[in-house]
């Protein structure tokens, strides 16, 4: 539906309800309907209640990161705290401000609405220079899209801001200010996002993190063959996709599922991979996929390859090649088509998730804060543009015989008198730190909770210590945890894993470099 008719239904639905005394539930992913047509709101994701009240008052103050992103906020930083009312917005350059109330240690994050910002020019910043509460952020080299009725304007430092133009305006001189500023009371103050000595912590030793998510969901198409189980070669395109990602160190890779998910999730279990679930696969669109593993892997690295399983023929070189790039979002480029998979930055996806509009990834990744910093990455890669969508593409030239290269697998097992501690259970405790939950991890992971348990009390046993904290029930629900000795285990297996890995791509060359070509 397109804007204009939507905006004529939202009228013509707020009229009726004038007339109605009676409650109306309304579910919807739109934030203008919401305020529009809710006095009360509540706002959920991933099955939990983030805020509950008046909407008004939930747009005015958010309090956790997801809310404010849900209410549209697109400018929010994790913190430092630097007094009782100063902070210091760490992925905003450093920036410093102040704010209009004491920050408590529950305050972990920052928002700032893009109508908040109030331009400035030379001489009227200079009057608030002397001021504690100033909160001037000078503009330089920001990126100008141009909108209808709007600029759309990010700055440096990745803050966002617009304004107001209109149809007949096309020069940009004079719409970029030397200043902005923002009143101490329009600072929203959050909780939910991660401090910066968390986050220093979790990256010791180690480079940018690159995960991926994969659409398996089998959404509404017009193909007749459910598309990740087609044969490529001595294997399918599910396993082809998450086979060739590994290969080039990428982890973690999360599979959305949906149809036929029980046959996919146990086609995929020993590839160490996060299985979600779309239940509502049949009604809703590709793009609410992409926003499910988005979400679900957004806190655990810096950047996200996205593809449907559709495209199972793009090289670990194109990866490689991809992992290069620091920008917001990059794109493989063949022969002047663009291709997949892309590559998003977690900056990138606060805006990916509050997109509403048409042609799902595509348009989102049109956005200006977005497009505005997306790389065209060219590769000699034709398999970014090859999709295997139906029996036919496979028997499609060398699709129906293309095997997958031989490549090392080095696996570290611990031992004792035998093996207690080795992939699948670093991939648990991975993800009972990341869900807080033995259930939820279990459910990923497509194994009995019986097994986990299994699993869990054995590493215990043999190390001497425990690896959870755990409560069930109660007022609050249930949790698991690990202990602090349990997390400094598992990053230093994970960092030998990686180091294991690499040194195995090595020995590997040297020894077998020739080895397909011969067979040949």
Known sequence: MDTYLREGLRLELADALKDYDGVTIMVTHDRDEAYQLCDNLLLMDRGCVLAAGRTRDIFQNPVTCRAARLTGCKNISRIERLGERRIRAVDWDGLELATDRPVGDAITGVGIRAHDFEPLSESSARAYMEREDANLIKVCAPCISEMPFEWYITLQNGLWWKKEKDIHTHDTAGVVPRWLRVEPSALLLLTGARTRL????????????????????????????????????????????????????????????????????????????????????????????????????????????????????????????????????????????????????????????????????????????????????????????????????????SLGREKLAVYPQVQLTLERNEGFFGPQAAQFLSLIDHTGSMQTACRQMHMSYTKGWKILKEAERQLGYPLLITQSGGAEGGFSQLTPKSKDFLDRYLRMERELRMEGERLYKKYFTGEEETES
Do not use: W
């Open 198 to 397: 968390l986050i220093y912590q979790e990256r010791r030793n180690r480079l940018m993190k690159t995960g991926a998510v994969i659409i398996a969901a089998g959404h509404k198409s017009t193909i007749s063959r459910f598309q990740p189980m087609l044969p490529v070669g001595d294997s399918t395109v599910i396993r082809r996709i998450i086979i060739t990602l590994k290969r080039a160190g990428i982890d973690p890779v999360v599979v959305v599922t949906g149809q036929k998910a029980d046959e996919v999730e146990k086609h995929i279990a020993g590839l160490r991979v996060i299985c979600l679930r779309n239940q509502d696969y049949e009604q809703t669109q590709m793009y609410y996929s992409i926003c499910m593993g988005l979400n679900y892997i957004e806190d655990l690295c810096d950047r996200v390859f996205v593809l449907p399983a559709k495209f199972p023929m793009f090289l670990p070189d194109t990866i490689q090649r991809m992992m290069g790039s620091r920008a917001m979002a990059a794109c493989p480029v063949y022969d002047g088509k663009r291709g997949h998979p892309v590559l998003v930055s977690k900056a990138a996806i606060p805006s990916l998730l509050i997109y509403h509009g048409e042609r799902g990834l595509r348009g989102a990744l049109r956005q200006p804060e977005i497009n505005g910093h997306l790389e065209e990455i060219p590769v000699e890669d034709e398999g970014i543009i090859m999709a295997v969508e139906s029996d036919e593409d496979c028997a499609l030239g």
